[in-house]
Each structure stands twice: as structure tokens, then as C-alpha cells.
């Protein structure tokens, strides 16, 4: 029986990776890691194996969804560590690795650590408990025009909830979907129940947890007339009225 230790690597590049992962990472026998829910900084894989003295072997979605290459490894006695960017277990791909883990007989355990799903909230200053579902943009595609994340952000915004907005992202073809594409959908709230009233603001977030992090606060035209830099990019669709202090605090993202 082996081990697969799931190892968040958090927002930022190798060296936010806590002292405990370093030393984990150091000891087990082969280093996986993703970059198809989020993507590291560039360079970190390579800065990181070079710390190691050994490899990161890069998986994709498919070798993740269909994990022989991480059984074939565990079944061969030794402890193996997958690192993901983020908090390995915000995504549901990642929980059903765990239990193809625990259905082959073995263990695994788990480093948490920093995640969009809190950040982008922090960053602008919004209380993490006013947060209802999150939902993803994704792409638009011939033949394919969910209207299941508008309905949720408008169920959310009737719960006088806010919504964090996540962006799709393909980054084996370089592709991600930018604030601006994704601000100049959000007319599709329009005569739903939880629509944007005329003047009312949303938040934009920009590589959170990185030095480079920034953040914006204003109404959808002005926020599309802006340039939001490299990606990694999400929304925050905000409920109908806000705190007290979360007034006070979005103030300072507002456009100059």
C-alpha cells in the first residue's frame, strides 16, 4: 500500500509552497503535477524540479481522469505527490482521483492551501460568507450557450448573495478567457430575476496571490474599456446591496 499526497502549490510561484510541501515533495518518490484548472507562473515547474534534483512530470486532464500512469506508480510500493495549483480539492476531478486512490487499496493525505475561491473575495475586500454558488464562463462555442451560470449569478443575487465568476481556460492551446470577453456577457442577466440595475458595479480580480496581482471595482462599460493585463482572470458579480465596510473597501479599486 502507498501513499498519494495532493499538494496545493497556492496562487503564487514554488517558493509559496509551505516549508511542510518542500519537505514532502523532497521525500516521495515521483513529483505529478496539472495545469488544466489553473495554470502556475511561468517557469515554476522548471525552478521547482531544479530544487528537487528531480523531474515534474506533467500530467494532462485525461492521465488525471483516467489515472493508470498515478496507480501503475503507487502499485509499485512508493509514495507519490500530486501538486496542483490553487487548493487541490476545489476542483471535482481532483475528489474523484482521491477515490480511485481509496478504491485501489491505498492512502492518501492532503496539503491545503491558498485558492481563488477565497482570494478574489479577500483581495477586494467582500465578506467570504455573503458568497453564493461559483460558476464558470465558459468559451463560446458553436452549438453551445449554457444559461446555467447567468441563472445561478441571478439566483444568488435574489439570496442578496455575491457570486464569484470563474473563467474558462484551455492552456494547452494558449487560450483564456479574458475579463472583458466575459464583462461583455453579463448582458445576458438582463429581464432575469437578480439583473444588474443601470449603474450598478462589478468586480474584476487579476492573478491573484501573485506580485502582479491588481483588482478593479467599477460598472460593466467601464470596466470593458479597460486592459486587465496577463491572465489569469475572474468576476465577481456582487449582491444588490453591500456592507457597510465592503462599500468602504471597493472604493479603492474603482478606475482612476
Given at each position: 500500500?502507498?501513499?498519494?499526497?495532493?499538494?496545493?502549490?497556492?496562487?503564487g510561484?514554488?517558493?509559496?509552497l509551505?516549508?511542510?510541501a518542500?519537505?514532502?515533495?523532497?521525500?516521495?518518490a515521483?513529483?505529478f503535477?496539472?495545469?488544466?484548472?489553473?495554470?502556475?507562473?511561468?517557469?515554476?515547474?522548471?525552478?521547482?524540479?531544479?530544487?528537487?534534483?528531480?523531474?515534474?512530470?506533467?500530467?494532462?486532464?485525461?492521465?488525471?481522469?483516467?489515472?493508470?500512469?498515478?496507480?501503475?506508480?503507487l502499485?509499485?510500493?512508493?509514495?507519490?505527490?500530486?501538486?496542483?495549483?490553487?487548493?487541490?480539492?476545489?476542483?471535482?476531478?481532483?475528489?474523484?482521483?482521491?477515490?480511485a486512490?481509496?478504491?485501489?487499496?491505498?492512502?492518501?493525505?492532503?496539503?491545503?492551501?491558498?485558492?481563488?475561491l477565497?482570494?478574489?473575495?479577500?483581495l477586494?475586500?467582500l465578506?467570504?460568507?455573503?458568497?453564493?454558488?461559483?460558476?464558470?464562463?465558459?468559451?463560446?462555442?458553436?452549438?453551445?450557450?449554457?444559461?446555467?451560470p447567468?441563472?445561478?449569478?441571478?439566483?444568488?443575487?435574489?439570496?442578496?448573495?455575491?457570486?464569484?465568476v470563474?473563467?474558462?481556460?484551455?492552456?494547452?492551446?494558449?487560450?483564456f478567457l479574458r475579463?472583458e470577453?466575459?464583462?461583455?456577457m453579463v448582458?445576458?442577466?438582463?429581464?432575469?430575476?437578480?439583473?444588474?440595475?443601470?449603474?450598478?458595479?462589478?468586480?474584476?480580480?487579476?492573478?491573484?496571490?501573485?506580485?502582479?496581482?491588481?483588482?478593479?471595482?467599477?460598472?460593466?462599460?467601464?470596466?470593458?474599456?479597460l486592459?486587465?493585463?496577463?491572465?489569469?482572470h475572474a468576476?465577481?458579480?456582487?449582491?444588490?446591496?453591500?456592507?457597510?465596510?465592503?462599500?468602504?473597501a471597493?472604493?479603492r479599486?474603482?478606475?482612476?
Amino acid at each position: 500500500m502507498s501513499e498519494l499526497l495532493f499538494v496545493g502549490a497556492g496562487l503564487g510561484d514554488e517558493k509559496d509552497l509551505s516549508r511542510r510541501a518542500l519537505e514532502e515533495l523532497r521525500r516521495v518518490a515521483e513529483v505529478f503535477a496539472e495545469e488544466y484548472t489553473a495554470v502556475f507562473p511561468t517557469g515554476t515547474l522548471d525552478r521547482l524540479a531544479a530544487e528537487l534534483g528531480r523531474p515534474v512530470e506533467r500530467l494532462t486532464r485525461r492521465e488525471v481522469e483516467q489515472p493508470d500512469r498515478i496507480l501503475e506508480r503507487l502499485a509499485g510500493g512508493r509514495d507519490v505527490a500530486f501538486l496542483t495549483p490553487g487548493d487541490p480539492f476545489a476542483a471535482t476531478t481532483h475528489v474523484a482521483l482521491r477515490l480511485a486512490v481509496e478504491e485501489a487499496g491505498h492512502t492518501w493525505r492532503y496539503l491545503p492551501a491558498a485558492s481563488v475561491l477565497t482570494a478574489a473575495a479577500g483581495l477586494l475586500g467582500l465578506i467570504h460568507y455573503r458568497f453564493g454558488r461559483t460558476v464558470t464562463i465558459p468559451f463560446p462555442e458553436p452549438n453551445f450557450d449554457p444559461t446555467s451560470p447567468w441563472d445561478s449569478i441571478g439566483r444568488n443575487r435574489v439570496a442578496g448573495l455575491h457570486t464569484l465568476v470563474l473563467l474558462d481556460l484551455h492552456p494547452s492551446d494558449g487560450r483564456f478567457l479574458r475579463a472583458e470577453e466575459a464583462l461583455g456577457m453579463v448582458d445576458r442577466l438582463e429581464g432575469t430575476p437578480g439583473a444588474l440595475a443601470g449603474g450598478e458595479s462589478v468586480g474584476v480580480v487579476a492573478r491573484v496571490g501573485q506580485p502582479s496581482a491588481q483588482a478593479w471595482w467599477g460598472t460593466v462599460p467601464e470596466l470593458r474599456a479597460l486592459n486587465f493585463g496577463p491572465p489569469m482572470h475572474a468576476l465577481v458579480v456582487p449582491a444588490p446591496e453591500l456592507h457597510f465596510q465592503e462599500a468602504a473597501a471597493v472604493k479603492r479599486w474603482r478606475p482612476a
